[in-house]
């Protein structure tokens, strides 16, 4: 494997196919790509592996990619993950919603109110989680007025105890 092969390999599977398309050999490359850029660290992997995503969990893959993108700076991060939280597909936004947990900034606070507004629970509660990471005055009203807006008792209790705690330290 090269650096040109793995990134080649990303940018052919944007996304990468639902679990129930996925094969063993396709996933199993995808996670050799993976430890590569471990080794091998380029800043052309990060959108590629924030657009990568299928469908799922690639059979417990997915949750791995994090440590790929940890190894880079907030600043190489950031405009790639607004960008992937704005994404068409379903997976790309609810798997960056939760890397963005890792990335606690101001910029990402406005793109992750937008998934609070989306009709799926696990997005929504994905991004209450990296919001809760967000302690600034902005995030409070962000919060306040999505408490306003869910209908979900559930996650209305979950923002309202992430408000109570942004609240104490901003």
Known sequence: ???????????????????????????STYDEVRKYFLKVPDKRCIELFLNSFGYIDGFG???????????????????D???ALKSEHYSVRYWCAMISANYP??????????????EDAEIKTASLT????CEFPETGEVLKEYIQHESDEELIKDAKGILFEIEKIV
């Open 1 to 27: 494997m090269d650096t040109e092969l793995a990134l080649r390999f990303l940018r052919d599977h944007q996304p990468m196919p639902s679990d129930e398309n996925l094969s063993d050999e396709l996933i």
């Open 61 to 79: 893959v997915y949750q791995l990619v994090d440590d790929v993108i940890l190894q880079f700076s907030k600043e190489d991060v950031i405009a």
């Open 81 to 83: 993950l607004i960008k």
């Open 105 to 118: 900034c101001l910029e990402l606070v406005s793109a992750l109110k937008t998934l609070l507004y989306e």
């Open 130 to 133: 990296s919001l809760s990471m």
